[in-house]
């Protein structure tokens, strides 16, 4: 009977690490919509708690958009004014999530008979509406914004939408641990009228920026931290990325996202079937 749970439990950990690889493909080939799978990869292949899976999920998704967001760099595909006019509130957002909104959710928030909604499922949920919203945005068809290298990079827009969007995403990352990728492309391709291989690459930089504020407002829980796993997690992550990069001038990542937001569909669909009703 051992060798039969071990065996299950290497099964999990084989997928985890092969969700860790698609999860920084999906970084790279379309900028959006992988970090999203990290917190359910950890917390269902990993047995993570949901709470300790923000922290590592944090630090995984900003390594590894750091990795992608320097090889888009080099290719001269960040716009550093929307980068800062948005990652600045971004920043500060998340520092006061995890500080201030974070800490003050109750770990019991609901004892209704046999119902007991405690933080950790509160996170789970509340990802997985996450998930569903992501995964509508990622399937849509955005006539509105077609993929168009001519588009002006450096066109004038109002800052203004950009900074209040910046403090929204802020405070999701924040929360969940999740980069909104998904939320950041749109607002930089709509708002700011940059192209969407800027967008990309802004989009990473921001990301980068969020995840690292937020990891380091967990420092008291890092000596919790297993940096052995987070390496390894992190490192096939980092492959995911590099791999998903070389391959993005030959695969269009508009193609790409409606199948990619179908996955994240069942997912988030998954998470709320199993939490909800198999618990």
Known sequence: MQHVVRGNVYQMEIAGFIGAFLMGLSLGLVGSGGSILTVPILVYLFSIDALAA???SLFIVGITSMVGATVRAGAGNI???ATLIFGLPSLVSVYLTRSFILPVIPSVIVHQ????LTKSLFL????????LLASFSMIRERHEHPEDENTPANGSYDPFPLFIKGISVGGITGILGAGGGFLIIPALVLMANLPMNKAVGTSLII???NSFMGFWRDYHLHELIDWRFLVYFSTIAITGILTGS???????GEKLKPIFGYFILLMGAFILFKELFLR
């Open 124 to 131: 789970l949920l509340l990802f997985a509406v996450l998930m």
């Open 246 to 252: 070389s391959l993005a001038h030959k695969i269009s």
């Open 207 to 209: 990301i980068t920026a």
């Open 113 to 116: 008979g046999n119902f007991i």
């Open 54 to 56: 923000t922290t590592y």
């Open 79 to 81: 716009h550093w004014p």
